[in-house]
């Protein structure tokens, strides 16, 4: 449960239960209704029974045509005046996707800056290094609602990608868009198991299933849905064996037609060995004195026997993942033109970074507290025999306690020429988050494991842990927080003039409470409270009935902890953004997309000026010369500057293409491309006007394509390409003169083919896939140049693998 100071939240909590308990009281009620349907034929009934379904759509291919994401309702997405991409479960489980954040992919506008191209095991809150149209992430959400981490795609219907500010739609939001997953649900039209085995490259393996089943209890329905994944994921580096678990149990009960109870309950583990990545030095002189200019060059480079897939990892440190989700749900017809649906939904997560022995630069996310390392011997110089490994002991876990619950209604009120759909509601999220970490007392000899810089090697895993390892209650080493966001929305969405014109204009008033503790020793949180009421306007016009053209007009929130020293809290970011784009379904529906041209402006947050007075500077001015001298010894004011201010001003500016073609019912085509311009235009700190984010791309492209046959000799066979080619990444401004400093260019491409035939009567599959043909090479550190004068911009490039899966499928 989660406890808050603030008696404003308070009460803006006792009136949401207020509200859903009105709700849920409903369900008693035998009201007749007449459930209106979504369909292609009928799109301007968009208020269904259950508002918030989506069916998985199997055998739909890559094209969805409606949306609940964008508008709490289903809606087709050709009637909302915004830039939506669908991921369809079609899409990923015939590209062999895991995890929905490895589909970024093949939305051009998104960039995974911290994706592992090597395994798709990703654990460390992947969603913090996606880029929406140049603005940086943090996380996700989950039918509508918060989500730190990826799942399993095993639990999802579909992924939907919002371009844009969403605060209108969702409360805290991020200037350049937001990924909303689609869990699952109960299938009340068929009933069916399907059962997936996959062996891959390097003994990765993979077994899944998805079991559906509905009846008549009691004169109402009911159902239940389980799905559940297990792998044991490893890749080509040594000590990689890791594993993926992942169940997920629904059930449904329709008791009468108007009424709907859903409960959700969902487990997740992962686990992935530290220390898979590689240690670097820069470059020295042969005294062994550093250069200084920007090297970072990976042990291999002096140890050319050693390969890049060889690392010291004792494969037992593990970074894991252990998530929990359960969620209840009642859904409410009331006469023929309200529905209203309530929800009440507790989550945990535990991340253990670290928990063992690591070796300080191994990419261990423990590594900052291990310590130890790339050891040079005697000589100082690296590459040497007397060079060795340090490994040194640490624990460290983030762990967040979340509760949400909420309310929504969705209203028809149709006139003989205007359809109006009304949404309203109101939700109510709380977290209490804490991290903690372990180290050994006695800092001054501390206990380390060493190892010669060979490869194959034994890396001992059953060392015992040192007998003084203590927590650590000051820094970082535990931090504590509760934390308390509630919302309250409302759109309207209008349709008129023989459904040409579409008008949708949405509202959302968001407060915020967070209450931060510096570190295990205070007594006293620092508080800050932020509210932001953030609208939406959108408009689209039907030109003829294939081509629309909209535009459209949003905002974005998302809360800043940080002070400077004098403890001024920072401004939240916000986020303002103007859209324009055509939106398309030529010859008959089969060339369907978007053309968008945007600008966004985010400002606030925070930023670090050298110049800037401070606290120590304020003192440093009240001061005596003697007094100066004992406070602040050897220093001038000079050397005091610096301090947090409020953030920049950056502006994105970009226009983007994304197109699924179908010329017939064997072949389907997804393009999508993206270009933006992303920078800093206003500043205190002026020497960053101009820079952009890290990790920024300017322009990329992805094309998926399948061909199946449908009859004939062949008629179940299909095979599919897809390509993804990106402009070189930004990484830094260290280049010569602060210059920026690129990865280079990218081009990954994929392959996959199927068969569909009869094993004892029932449906089975066979496919192939194939991901990295083009080998494309991994980047790391930043080549030696020789010379002091000479910063370095090149990186160093190492070689990766193809990787081969077949998976089998039987469905029954």
């Known amino acids: 449960m989660m406890h808050t100071r603030n008696p404003t939240f308070a009460r803006r909590r006792a009136l949401l239960t207020t509200t859903a308990t009105v709700a849920l009281a409903l369900t008693a009620n035998t009201v007749t209704a007449q459930t209106a349907t979504n369909s292609d034929e009928n799109a301007e009934d968009v208020v269904t029974l259950s508002a918030f379904t989506v069916e998985s759509e199997k055998g739909s291919g890559y094209r969805a045509t409606n949306s609940i994401a964008a508008t709490r309702s289903n809606t087709p997405i050709k009637d909302v005046p915004l830039n939506i991409q669908v991921f369809t479960q079609d899409l990923y489980e015939d590209l062999l996707i895991t995890n929905q954040t490895d589909l970024e992919a093949y939305n051009a506008s998104l960039v995974n800056g911290g994706a592992d191209h090597r395994s798709s095991n990703a654990i460390q809150q ?481 930023q670090v000026d050298g110049t800037a007075e401070n606290l120590n500077t304020s003192r440093w001015d009240a001061m005596t010369a003697a007094e100066r001298a004992v406070a602040f010894p050897g220093q001038t004011r000079g050397d005091l500057l610096g301090d947090n201010v409020p953030g920049a001003k950056q502006e994105s500016t970009g226009y983007e293409l994304d197109l699924i073609y179908q010329p017939n019912r064997n072949w389907q085509i997804l393009f999508s491309y993206a270009n933006n311009d992303q920078e800093v235009v206003e500043a205190i700190n002026t020497a960053t006007i101009g820079q952009s984010t890290s990790g920024h791309v300017d322009s990329q492209f992805s094309i998926l394509t399948r061909y199946s046959i449908l009859d004939g000799t062949f008629d179940g066979l299909w095979m599919g390409l897809g390509v993804h080619r990106a402009d070189g990444a930004l990484q830094d401004y260290n280049g010569p003169g602060g210059a920026a400093r690129f990865n280079p260019s990218t081009l990954r491409a994929e392959v996959f083919a199927g068969y569909s035939f009869k094993f004892f009567d029932y449906d089975s599959t066979l496919q192939l896939n194939v991901k990295n043909i083009t080998r494309q090479e991994e980047f790391f550190g930043w080549q030696a140049t020789g010379s002091a004068a000479t910063i370095a911009t090149k990186r160093y490039e190492i070689p990766t693998k193809m990787r081969f899966s077949l998976t089998w499928g039987l469905e029954f």
């Open 126 to 606: 992947a969603y913090n290094n996606f880029i929406f149209r140049g603005f940086i992430q943090n996380w996700g959400i989950r039918d509508g609602l918060r989500e730190y981490d990826p799942i399993d795609t095993q639990g999802l219907a579909r992924v939907e990608v919002i371009k844009g500010p969403a605060a209108p739609l969702y409360g805290l939001a991020y200037p350049g868009g937001i990924m909303n997953n689609i869990t699952k649900q109960v299938d009340f039209s068929e009933n069916f198991t399907d059962v997936r085995l996959t062996a891959a490259s390097f003994g990765e393996n993979r077994a899944t299933i998805d079991a559906n089943y509905s009846g008549e209890v009691g004169g109402g329905k009911f159902g239940v849905r389980f799905n559940a994944a297990h792998t044991t994921s490893k890749d080509e580096r040594a000590h990689s064996e890791g594993s993926i678990k992942y169940t997920q149990a629904q059930l449904a009960w329709q008791p009468t037609p108007t009424t709907q109870i859903e409960f959700l309950a969902e487990r997740g583990y992962r686990e992935k060995p530290n220390g898979l990545s590689y240690f670097a030095t820069g470059e020295v002189d042969a005294a062994g004195n550093a250069l200084g200019n920007q090297t970072s060059i990976p042990l291999q480079e002096f140890f050319p026997e050693i390969s890049y897939e060889w690392n010291w990892s004792d494969g037992v440190n593990m970074r894991s993942l252990d998530t929990k989700l359960y969620r209840g749900k009642v859904t409410q017809a009331v006469g023929e033109n309200l529905v209203l649906s309530a929800y009440l939904q507790y989550s945990a997560r535990k991340q253990i970074d670290g928990d063992g022995w690591d070796a300080n630069g191994s990419g261990g996310a423990d590594s900052w507290e291990a310590g130890g390392g790339w050891l040079f011997g005697a000589d100082n110089l690296p590459g040497t025999a007397d060079d060795s490994i340090q490994m040194g002991y640490s624990y460290r876990d983030w762990a967040n306690n979340m509760h949400a619950y909420g309310v929504t209604g969705v209203y028809k009120l149709d006139f003989d020429s205007v359809q109006n759909t009304f949404t309203f509601g109101a939700n109510v999220w709380g977290e209490h988050f804490r991290s903690r970490s372990h180290t050994q007392a006695n800092s001054a000899n501390k206990q380390t494991r060493e190892f010669p810089i060979q490869q194959g090697i034994a890396i001992n895993p059953s060392y015992a842990p040192p007998t003084d390892v203590q927590p650590i209650t000051d820094g970082n080493g535990y931090t504590h927080e509760t934390n308390s966001n509630d919302y309250y929305f409302a759109s309207w969405q209008m349709a008129a003039l023989d459904n040409r014109l579409k008008i949708n204009a949405s509202v959302n008033r968001t407060n915020l409470n967070l209450l931060q503790w510096a570190n295990g020793q205070a007594a006293v949180p620092a508080e800050t409270d932020q509210s932001k009421t953030s609208p939406m306007v959108g408009a689209m016009y039907d030109i003829t009935d294939e081509i629309s053209i909209y535009a459209v007009t949003s905002s974005s929130l998302f809360p800043e902890t940080t002070k400077d020293s004098f403890g001024t809290q920072m401004p939240p970011q916000v986020g303002k953004g103007q859209e324009i784009g055509i939106k398309t379904e030529l010859m008959e529906g089969k060339l369907s997309g978007t053309v968008s041209l945007y600008q966004i402006n985010q400002t606030g947050g925070f």
